[in-house]
């Protein structure tokens, strides 16, 4: 059975984790060094669902703004869903993610949208309560993740395969 | 020739710029039937590592690259990095039912920005780091100020509570002791005087111990105290006072009278010690600040509580003073006066610790009257053994232990079973959130040291689903760092190792009692 492809974006600020998570999910890597993205590195993986075909997710790790300019837009197009990725030591990150969607929206209505919380591994240094992720949830759904450890990082890409194949 | 006229620039100049687009821009143009097959592919295909004997994998990575955009219509997707790290600008041209895609180099120009921006990205997340420790280390250096002060308050106290301590108490204390060993070999066996002897050591003793209880105020370190309640004989303690005070007051030609009145038939039951100290205090102030008059000691025994009051014709306490009496160290409106000026805040202190309260009225050359009443004391809490023992009020409270290591794990099971818990043990913290959500157990004591994701996360994960049990976190990490990061994460209680069972017992029965503090909402899987 052929997967079907679809286009994900991953967005959010930068130094958030988002090249993280995809090599994490791809490549199962991982590296300390911090190196920011210029422009997009496209990438893909495809993922079995039971009972159903398999997806296939070309994965765009476009480079961290707290905005969408039109080089962002230019990448967005097209894409059939957004995995917005906060840094859950950083507050602010999570602000920016949710501002990010909001900007995507006129472009991509009926996107299928992601919340990732990265940096699940630096729990002790987390700004954002959890009390915010659990009013969150009512409305997006959202995984921890640690591109470090690998935890939540396949459900959260598994969740979106399953949303888009639903 | 015009500014834009390219038409008519010389053939060698066109040749070497052409060579120069090549050289800079390395363009790679493939072209594409309207299905995607790949027709023709011209340029330099190895500088953006496509195969071009065998281009399948690279046509796969464009066509994903262009995924949800019409071929028909064209595109321009710049700065995309290819898997051979080298980046480049994809343009689509539609051409027809057919289309070329043109990869033109733009690794210069990534390599620049990327310099740019990495340089912008880790000053901005530095100053970031910068401005987020900057604020602790103002939190710190504020908190350790004012623990500085406290310290240096404290120290002096002690110090000073020592050094007035060895003075007032122990010196003459030896001196007491020393006579009394040299009177009893020559008294002799007259009774009258041995009863007398006996009498002198009794209350030196009683002094010694009260100085040994002034010595431990001094330690003050805040712990809180450990009552010992015993059946008091009122009429007794009376007596005593009596004779330690009335040959003091006769002295002095003051009158000196006693009452006791019995309202309750039930035993009282106090710390006997610090009664006494409380009482030996109060009436040692009285006679020490009164020349002329009387001093008065009355306790009533009713409705479960001692009323004591000592009342004294003497000196009297200035309003600007009224506060400061029970500050150690202050001698206020007894100024002049000999003493430490320990007396009352010991009383203070002593009645706080036995639950009770304290009150006088006071004035300038009429005399105070000091009032304290004490509820009657607790039995004494069970030792830990006996509180383990009640089962029954911990009946059918479920708990889930996650604990990796097999020895603790097996000791917290036999221990809350033994509190009466349904104990259900899981070795990760992946298990705990799924069993937590699950099964909703009334309590959750989960190890923060779990190999894989650490108990913190797990608490955090479990918060952000919303879960409302009551969730326990225990930790060999004694810092109040540690402790803080896990009541953030959302733990209700954190316990450190080794396990001060007594305290264990006492969180564990707080937690079973607290259990779904959300009600029965069910927490969103």
Redesign the interface.
């Known amino acids: 059975m052929t997967a079907i492809a679809h286009k994900l974006c991953m967005l959010g600020d930068f130094g958030v984790g988002k090249t993280s998570l995809v090599s994490r999910f791809v490549h199962s890597t991982f590296s300390e060094k911090y190196l920011t993205t210029v422009g997009v590195k496209v990438d893909s993986r495809e993922i079995a669902l039971p009972g159903r075909a398999a997806c296939k997710l070309v994965l765009w790790d476009i480079a961290g703004r707290s905005h969408l300019d039109a080089l962002n837009m230019t990448y967005l197009r097209g894409a059939s869903a957004l995995l917005l990725v906060a840094d859950g030591t950083r507050e602010r990150s999570l602000n920016t993610a949710l501002e990010l969607l909001m900007q995507s929206r006129s472009l991509l209505p009926a996107a299928e949208v992601v919340l990732a919380v990265n940096k699940l591994d630096l729990v002790e240094q987390w700004e954002i309560a959890p009390a915010v992720l659990a009013e969150l949830r009512r409305t997006l759904p959202v995984h921890e993740t640690s591109a470090r450890s690998g935890e939540g990082v396949e459900a959260a890409f598994a969740d979106i395969a399953g949303r888009l194949a639903a | 020739m015009s500014a834009l006229d390219f038409d008519a620039i010389p053939e060698r100049v066109e040749s070497y710029l052409r060579g120069l687009f090549w050289q800079r821009v390395h363009p790679l143009l493939l072209c594409f039937d309207s299905e995607w097959r790949l027709r023709d592919i011209r340029g330099d295909a190895a500088h953006y590592g496509i195969d071009g004997e065998a281009p399948g994998r690279s046509v796969q990575?464009l066509r994903?690259?262009?995924?949800?955009?019409p071929s028909s219509e064209p595109q321009?997707?710049?700065?995309?990095?290819l898997p051979n790290g080298h980046?480049a600008h994809l343009h689509l041209i539609p051409d027809g039912a057919a289309f070329h895609v043109l990869l033109l180099d733009?690794e210069t120009e990534?390599e620049r920005?990327?310099a740019q921006?990495?340089l912008g990205?880790?000053e901005?997340?530095a100053s970031?780091a910068k401005s987020k420790a900057i604020g602790q280390l103002k939190h710190i250096r504020s908190e350790l100020e004012r623990q500085r002060v406290r310290l240096e308050e404290a120290h002096a106290l002690k110090n000073a509570l020592i050094a007035t301590l060895s003075h007032e108490f122990r010196t003459p204390l030896t001196s007491i002791f020393g006579y009394l060993q040299l009177v009893d070999r020559r008294v002799g066996d007259e009774p009258e005087l041995r009863e007398a002897l006996h009498a002198v050591r009794r209350n030196a003793t009683y002094l010694f111990t009260l100085a040994e209880n002034l010595l431990e105020y001094g330690r003050g370190d805040g712990a809180a105290p450990l009552l010992n309640p015993t059946p008091v004989d009122l009429a007794a303690l009376l007596r005593d006072l009596e004779a330690m005070f009335r040959p003091l007051a006769e002295e002095k030609g003051l009158g000196f009278d006693v009452a006791l009145k019995i309202e309750d038939p039930s035993e009282p039951l106090f710390d006997e010690i610090r009664l006494r100290q409380i009482l030996v205090n109060l009436v040692s102030n009285a006679v020490r600040y009164t020349r002329r008059g009387e001093v008065t000691v009355e306790l009533v025994w009713r409705a479960g509580k001692l009323a004591a009051e000592v009342t004294d014709t003497g000196i009297g306490i200035a309003a600007a003073h009224r506060d400061a009496v029970f500050t150690p160290f202050n001698r206020g409106g007894h100024a002049g006066s000999k003493g430490a000026g320990l007396g009352l805040s010991i009383v203070k202190r002593m009645v706080e610790q036995m639950r009770g309260s304290l009150a006088f009225d006071s004035e300038i050359g009429r005399g105070s009257s000091f009032r304290v009443t004490l509820p009657r004391a607790q039995e004494r809490p069970a030792a830990h053994a006996d509180a383990i023992a009640p089962r029954f009020w911990l009946q059918e409270r479920t708990i889930l232990v996650a604990d990796d290591d097999a020895d603790i794990a097996h000791l917290l099971e036999a221990l809350l079973d033994d509190l009466g818990f349904s104990v259900r043990v899981v070795a990760d913290a992946q298990s705990a959130v799924l069993e937590a959500m699950a099964r909703r157990p009334d309590v959750l004591l989960i190890d923060v040291e779990l190999s894989?994701?650490?108990g913190?996360?797990a608490v955090?994960?479990?918060?952000?689903?919303?879960y409302k049990g009551c969730i326990v976190t225990l930790s060999a990490t004694a810092t109040a760092d540690?402790r803080e990061?896990a009541l953030?994460?959302?733990a209700d209680h954190y316990l450190t190792k080794p396990l001060n069972v007594e305290q264990f017992v006492h969180v564990m029965q707080q937690a079973a009692s607290a259990g779904w503090n959300g009600g029965d909402d069910a927490p969103?899987a």
């Not at chain 2, 994903?64 to 955009?69: A, R, V």
């Open positions: 990575l994903d690259l262009f995924i949800g955009l321009d997707v710049p700065f995309v990095e980046s733009a990534r920005r990327r921006q990495q990205h880790e901005a997340l970031q894989g994701l650490s913190n996360a955090y994960k479990l918060r952000s689903r919303g540690a990061a953030r994460a959302g969103d």
